[in-house]
């Protein structure tokens, strides 16, 4: 029996296998997961309805199971179509709750062409594509070592 909140078997199996450096997308629901795999990813689809299931959702309970060392969101161009003015309302919401979680890890925006190569990366072991409906709420997170 798991302690943690994470129970989902096919997450939890990957999760466990992979090791430090590896990159895990919590993919917003307008993201193109089925097109932007890295060559070693699975893509986990837990796209029920429209907001059903969200990304804050899913990294508060990845939070209660793997160290993570680097926490990235898509950097919004300035020229983008969809480009807002400051961050995203929804980077306040994993700003607290990577404090609730007691990391102190630091939430960087990195541009979104360089996010997608990161994805794209063989580091890139799975993406977890929530229904999410808010504009640029990708989080990228890079596995810590377990001490």
């Known amino acids: 029996m798991l302690k943690h909140r994470l129970i989902h078997p096919e997450i939890s199996a990957i999760l466990a296998r992979a090791g430090h450096h590896a990159k895990v997308l919590i993919a917003d629901g307008n993201y193109p997961a089925s097109t932007t795999l890295g060559p070693n990813?699975?893509?986990?689809?837990?796209?029920?309805?429209?907001?059903?299931?969200?990304?804050?959702?899913?990294?508060?309970?990845?939070l209660t199971a793997i160290p993570v060392?680097?926490?990235?969101?898509?950097?919004?161009?300035?020229?983008?179509?969809?480009?807002?003015?400051?961050?995203?309302?929804?980077?306040?919401?994993?700003?607290?709750?990577?404090?609730?979680?007691?990391?102190?890890?630091?939430?960087?925006?990195?541009?979104?062409?360089?996010?997608?190569?990161?994805?794209?990366?063989r580091d890139h072991v799975l993406t977890i594509q929530t229904a999410d409906q808010a504009l640029w709420a990708n989080v990228l997170l890079t596995i810590g070592c377990r001490v």
């Open 69 to 121: 060392d680097e926490i990235n969101t898509m950097g919004i161009p300035s020229d983008d179509p969809y480009a807002l003015q400051g961050d995203p309302p929804a980077w306040d919401d994993y700003r607290k709750i990577i404090a609730a979680a007691g990391s102190n890890v630091e939430m960087k925006p990195i541009s979104k062409w360089d996010f997608y190569e990161a994805v794209a990366s």
């Open 41 to 62: 990813a699975t893509l986990v689809s837990l796209n029920l309805a429209p907001g059903i299931v969200t990304v804050s959702q899913v990294l508060e309970t990845l």
